[in-house]
């Protein structure tokens, strides 16, 4: 037996079952702090295109008030027009200020269009704008009823959260390197995040393939770190995990219940 390698064993499992607790947390919390994250973003983006709308509104408003103005300014100058017409004896000046005086009247009419077509334009924004707006209102209503159901869990968890960061910090710098790094290795290509499993009844407790007994003698002798041949999880014997052969049986059908829901 060594004892140094007993120790890496033991150091390997705590730091597991932190994780694997660490892991159930984020099971009940589920896709929310994702679907939490899309929603502000969703938010952000339409609260922008509204702006936008409003903004090309209020700038066509701008436009229908100058063409307006203008109007009323070719108006002005038509009567003044008409005032001078009834003055005019020669021929020639009539002629140039009723010139004038067609061209005002030319714009008048094309200022009207103008202010038609800005209309139409409106209309149509503002339709946009209604519906833009509505989605915008029902996913912020979405995002105060997840926000509320995210910091519940968040909430209750919060004090086992910290303390299991805490202990995480504690049994990661008690590995070293090499084995801290084999170790998420192994985690980030399992779905149910076991990097280190017991053994289960003569199986790998992550994979649940038999473990030739020569092998299991060995791991039971502490004197290396053995992977499953199957799987290349990281194997504790029952002295390490703790868990009772009365146990097994139970934990058994618990990760095997976890693995379908995970691999679903
Ligand atoms: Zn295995």
Redesign the pocket.
């Known amino acids: 037996m060594d004892v140094s390698v007993e120790k890496k064993l033991h150091d390997l499992w705590k730091l597991q079952q932190i994780d694997s607790k660490i892991d159930n947390i984020k099971a009940v919390m589920g896709e929310l702090p994702m679907e939490v994250a899309d929603l502000e973003d969703d938010i952000a983006g339409l609260e922008t295109r509204v702006q936008h709308i409003e903004e090309e509104v209020s700038s066509l408003n701008a436009e229908i008030s100058n063409k307006k103005n203008a109007i009323k300014d070719f108006q002005a100058a038509i009567s003044k027009y008409d005032e001078q017409l009834n003055l005019i004896k020669n021929n020639r000046e009539f002629e140039a200020i009723d010139k004038e005086k067609e061209i005002a009247g030319l714009e008048i009419l094309s200022a009207e269009k103008k202010i038609r077509d800005f209309g139409k334009l409106i209309e149509s924004k503002a339709e946009i704008l209604a519906s833009t707006q509505q989605t915008l209102d029902k996913r912020k209503a979405d995002l105060v009823f997840k926000r509320a159901e995210l910091d519940e869990i968040i909430k209750e968890n919060e004090e086992e959260i910290l303390k299991l960061e805490k202990d995480r910090e504690g049994a990661s710098k008690k590995l070293d390197d090499r084995y801290f790094r084999a170790y998420h290795r192994i985690r980030e290509n399992m779905k149910n995040g076991l990097a280190v499993?017991p053994i289960m009844r003569g199986s790998?407790g992550?994979?649940?393939?038999k473990i030739p007994s020569q092998r299991q003698s060995e791991i039971r002798a502490h004197i290396k770190v053995t992977d499953?041949e199957?799987?290349?999880?990281i194997?504790v014997d029952q002295t390490i995990s703790g868990i009772a052969a009365k146990e097994e049986e139970k934990e058994v059908k618990t990760t095997r219940r976890k693995m379908r829901l995970t691999t679903k």
């Open positions: 499993a790998c992550g994979c649940f393939s499953c199957h799987c290349g999880r194997l």
